[in-house]
């Protein structure tokens, strides 16, 4: 059984400029829809861009992993549901994301991300302990 440590989901609905000819949502897009995501689960423990830089440390994506199963279409409503599932070396962020109407699952994603220490700019190899704080009871 995974743990999740965080999770929250976002409505969306998709806009015109996200889509091709054919009204298909354009593969790169979904890293936004990901990044609204997972910027509203961060939010739900405090860490969200702000906090992240005030407390030193930068989080880039190191890796990004999509499963395609059905398209996305031009103002179709959609949910995309993002679970934090790991924090102890890294950020590992489980994504869903689900057709608002008939509840069908669409797409489902995962990103890492590892903390980068601003002022070194040296990428750590643990997640500090600002971050483990947050899950400590």
């Known amino acids: 059984m995974i743990r999740i440590y965080a999770s929250a989901s976002v409505a969306l609905s998709i806009p015109f400029h996200d889509v091709d000819m054919m009204g298909i949502v354009w593969h790169g897009r979904y890293a936004k829809y990901l990044e609204i995501a997972r910027e509203n689960m961060l939010g739900t423990i405090g860490y969200e861009i702000k906090q992240m830089k005030a407390s030193g440390y930068a989080w ?78």
């Open 60 to 137: 880039p994506v190191i890796e990004l992993n999509v499963r395609y199963a059905k398209p996305l279409m031009f103002e179709q409503k959609i949910r995309v549901q993002a679970d934090l599932v790991e924090i102890e070396n890294r950020m590992k962020i489980a994504y869903k994301i689900f057709d608002d109407e008939s509840g069908c699952r669409l797409t489902k994603a995962y990103t890492v991300q590892v903390a980068l220490d601003v002022a070194s700019g040296e990428m750590l190899f643990a997640s500090p302990s600002v971050l483990l704080e947050k899950f400590r009871a």
